[in-house]
């Protein structure tokens, strides 16, 4: 499903709006695709202004680091809650912000796999 990014037909308080031209393409958002614990592929994507991104389309590791700032590459189990949606859940989705289980313990994403192409993660005290 694709997303229009333009400016909404309805004004907050409900009433119409009346636009002064029709939707662009430009303001056409890409699909989603979004990152899940599968095996490890990233996907390059070219963006506005002849730059690029880079997607995780799937991911088996993730950088964590605890207090004492050490950091380690180790495997994800699963997914345990989102605070976005709790169907990514089932699904193992990775976002920011979702707690995963990991071999040392549950830990926080702090990184945007879906922009930034790199999985991070913190070590959460239990």
């Not at 994507?45 to 380690?72: F, M, T």
């Not at 990775?94 to 930034?116: F, Y």
Request: proline letters at 3%.
């Amino acid at each position: 499903m694709t997303l229009w990014q333009g400016k909404s037909d309805k004004k907050i308080t409900g009433g119409k709006r009346h636009l002064h031209r029709k939707k662009r393409k430009f303001e056409i958002s890409r699909d989603y695709e979004l990152p899940m614990i599968a095996d490890s592929k990233k996907k390059i994507v070219n963006s506005r202004g002849n730059n690029q991104k880079v997607r995780i389309v799937g991911a088996e590791e993730v950088n964590l680091s605890d207090k004492k700032g050490n950091v380690e590459r180790v495997d994800v189990k699963n997914v345990i809650e989102n605070p976005a949606n709790p169907n990514f859940v089932q699904r193992n989705i990775l976002n920011k912000g979702a707690i995963v289980e990991t071999e040392e313990g549950r830990a926080k994403i702090t990184s945007r796999p879906g922009q930034d192409g790199i999985l991070n993660a913190v070590l959460i005290e239990d």
